[in-house]
């Protein structure tokens, strides 16, 4: 009887988390330029009308502070027409290292920002036909 339920248990374990792994922006965050980067602070989640599109994340990582703007496939899906994202670090002397990749380029990273003795933010931007978001995480020092 308790292998049974211990059975029972494990199953309902593995279909709830392959539920949320279908549900969750998932995503590899494999940074073109550096071979090792870090999250710092908070991420930041574009929107549109309450729904989230995209998500915005800081990096840093071979002595450069990086921006990264992951366009989520809920919006991907539903958008045929044309977007393209951005991706830039935000000091306090306005936005650096902005770079905005291709029509549906799902992710953007920014090229690099010589701003690690600085308060940072990263910045993301999704625009589209008819609409644009942005967002910007926690600032860094």
């Known amino acids: 009887m308790f292998i049974r339920i211990a059975s029972a248990v494990g199953t309902v374990a593995l279909a709830t988390g392959a539920l949320l792994g279908i549900a969750s922006p998932a995503n ?3 940074n073109p330029s550096c071979s090792r980067v ?16 995209a998500s915005v994340k ?14 989520w496939e809920g919006f991907r899906n539903s958008h045929s027409g044309t ?14 290292d902005y770079k905005c990749g291709g029509n549906h380029q799902k992710e953007v990273w920014s ?12 910045y993301g931007q999704l625009e589209w036909s008819n609409g644009e978001g942005a967002a910007a995480t926690d600032q860094r020092c």
């Open 58 to 71: 800081q990096f840093k990582g071979c002595n450069k502070n990086w921006s990264y703007t992951y366009v």
């Open 38 to 53: 870090d999250q710092i602070g908070s991420t930041a989640y574009i929107k549109s009308g309450g729904t989230t599109i």
């Open 28 to 30: 590899a965050e494999t």
């Open 83 to 96: 977007w393209w994202a951005c991706s830039g670090v935000s000091t306090s002397g306005g936005l650096q």
């Open 111 to 122: 090229s690099g920002a010589n701003t690690l003795s600085v308060c940072t933010k990263a």
